[in-house]
């Protein structure tokens, strides 16, 4: 019981990328609005009951949404070190503001419309419950996805050696890793579904309107 008491203790953080282009979309995804809320605040809020410590990882010239500021002593915000390198540039800065004493560390993509606190805690049960597990990734269609995923902090900070080795792909995160995959039920694709285009977006307002 005492060696289970002291793993459901282990830190937990979260990193969420709103630093992309959203070239397809030809606005910021991030702050799109979605009901009251940007999609940007949408998914902080669902992380915010399970991560102690939330880090989002900005554009050099991106603003934080207002909305935010409800939580700051949670949030911390940075801010891409090069211009346009891809998401493992972004894990690489997020993981130098992180705690040192992390244990596991949601990263999330900023384009997650449906994502919920329930699917991330199903995330994080699964790594506690496997030794030896580096990530447990979402996986859809066969596709493992890097962007809705919970690592060991010790594994997520080797991202900056991965760039040192002209890796630019957040899979190589998972090259090096011993990986279990998280399949939703057919009835719940549509939690780690994200959107791209403006078409995928107003399907989403749709779909949330039901």
Same mark, same amino acid.
């Given at each position: 019981m005492a060696a289970n008491s002291e793993r459901e203790q282990v830190p937990v953080s979260a990193v969420i990328l709103a630093g992309g282009l959203s070239s397809r979309m030809?606005?910021?995804?991030?702050l799109l609005p979605i009901n009251d809320e940007t999609m940007l605040e949408r998914i902080a809020r669902v992380a915010e009951p399970i991560a !102690?410590? *939330?880090v989002i990882m900005l554009s050099q010239s991106? $603003? &934080? #949404?207002?909305?935010l500021k409800f939580n700051q002593h949670k949030?911390?915000?940075g801010r891409d070190k090069e211009?346009?390198? !891809?998401? *493992?540039q972004g894990i690489a800065d997020a993981c130098s $503001? &992180? #705690?040192k004493k992390n244990g596991y560390v949601f990263v999330l993509s900023c384009d997650l419309p449906f994502i919920s606190t329930g699917w991330l805690q199903r995330l994080l049960d699964e790594i506690k419950q496997n030794k030896g597990i580096n990530a447990v990734c979402s996986q859809q269609d066969g596709y493992l996805n890097p962007l809705v995923a919970v690592y060991q902090?010790?594994?997520l900070n080797k991202a900056r050696?991965?760039?040192?080795?002209g890796k630019r792909s957040c899979l190589a995160l998972l090259d090096i890793s011993h990986v279990i995959p998280l399949t939703p039920a057919d009835s719940e694709k549509r939690l780690i579904s994200n959107i791209n285009t403006p078409e995928e977006y107003q399907q989403a307002l749709r779909l949330l309107e039901q």
């Open positions: 030809g606005t910021d995804k991030a !102690g410590d *939330l991106m $603003l &934080l #949404p207002s909305g949030i911390l915000i211009k346009e390198q !891809g998401p *493992l $503001l &992180l #705690p902090f010790s594994t050696y991965l760039l040192s080795q």
